[in-house]
């Protein structure tokens, strides 16, 4: 029975990656979106090799987004400075609603890249299900950080990360 259970528990853990989200060694996928102004880009370009990159699917419907976006946006700045990272916003709101994202960004004065998965062609790619979700790109471009949800706080917790990765 031990020895059913160990083969069982090494199976297992072969699989865990794909589970609970991308591989921690695995690149930005390759995927087409579409930036703030409708015009076609390829997500793996937004990831920049030498610099950290915070992702965060949000949509303009999903309260704890935006309360996420605002409680970075208070960091940003600083942030930039400090671990020379960037954030890139990745908008999962349909066609329909895709509209309101622009006016969203221009009100809160956001200053990050926004993107537009209207297709959840990305989301479903980078095993999205619920936003908020926050991925983290290290400065060769491998994913090395992932968080769904947001609490109030939940800042310091990126922001530890980004510290660590900048050494």
């Not at 937004?46 to 699917?57: H, L, P, Q």
């Not at 704890?64 to 970075?72: G, H, M, V």
Request: proline share 5%; glycine share 4%.
């Amino acid at each position: 029975m031990k020895k059913h259970f160990t083969a069982f528990l090494i199976a297992a853990l072969a699989f865990a990656p794909s589970l609970f989200g991308q591989d921690a060694t695995q690149e930005a996928p390759s995927v087409n979106v579409k930036n703030i102004d409708g015009a076609p880009i390829n997500f793996n370009s937004t990831v920049e090799k030498g610099k950290i990159t915070i992702v965060s699917f949000w949509a303009t419907w999903c309260g704890p987004c935006i309360k996420e976006l605002q409680a970075i946006d208070e960091h940003y700045a600083d942030w930039q400075t400090k671990y020379n990272v960037k954030l890139v916003a990745v908008s999962i709101d349909d066609a329909r609603n895709s509209r309101k994202v622009k006016p969203k960004v221009l009100a809160e004065n956001w200053q990050y890249q926004i993107i537009l998965d209207e297709n959840m062609d990305l989301a479903r790619a980078m095993n999205v299900n619920n936003p908020p979700m926050t991925f983290i790109y290290d400065k060769n471009g491998k994913l090395v950080f992932t968080h769904q949800g947001y609490t109030p706080g939940a800042e310091e917790e990126v922001e530890a990360k980004l510290a660590e990765l900048s050494k």
